[in-house]
Nanobody
Framework: QLQASGGGLVQAGGSLRLSCATSGVSFSRYALGWFRQAPGKEREFVSTISRSGSNTDYADSVKGRFTISRDNTKNTVYLQMNNLEPEDTAVYYC???????????????????????WGRGTQVTVSS
């Protein structure tokens, strides 16, 4: 079970760090992703990280501002969000899927339907 935390209200230009922890599973077996959903919009891909943490990818809208990382010893994935914009306002979800590759990103990582495991979201609100 995944549990996301760290959301909140922040002014434009500010920062937040989201965390997503789990227990009772072999955390390093799973590639992880962050997605977000704004009101009236579809859930969209934000970022992903390989099982080892050595490879990552980001949506164009967050590149250079967000950083994903993971600590397999703590069963936790993080999303550091800097220079936040009002357009980043959304509920953020972490997701997991088993991956055949330890180091590389496997095809389909940007598709929400490729992730069978989801945490409850955390609200991020960025005021202008």
């Amino acid at each position: 079970q995944l549990q996301a935390s760290g959301g909140g209200l922040v002014q434009a230009g500010g920062s937040l760090r989201l965390s997503c922890a789990t227990s009772g599973v072999s955390f390093s077996r799973y590639a992880l992703g962050w997605f977000r959903q704004a009101p009236g919009k579809e859930r969209e891909f934000v970022s992903t990280i390989s099982r080892s943490g050595s490879n990552t990818d980001y949506a164009d809208s967050v590149k250079g501002r967000f950083t994903i990382s993971r600590d397999n010893t703590k069963n936790t994935v993080y999303l550091q969000m800097n220079n936040l914009e009002p357009e980043d306002t959304a509920v953020y979800y972490c997701a997991a899927r088993e991956s055949s590759s330890y180091s590389h990103l496997v095809t389909g990582y940007a598709s929400a339907n490729r992730y069978p495991y989801w945490g409850r979201g955390t609200q991020v609100t960025v005021s202008s």
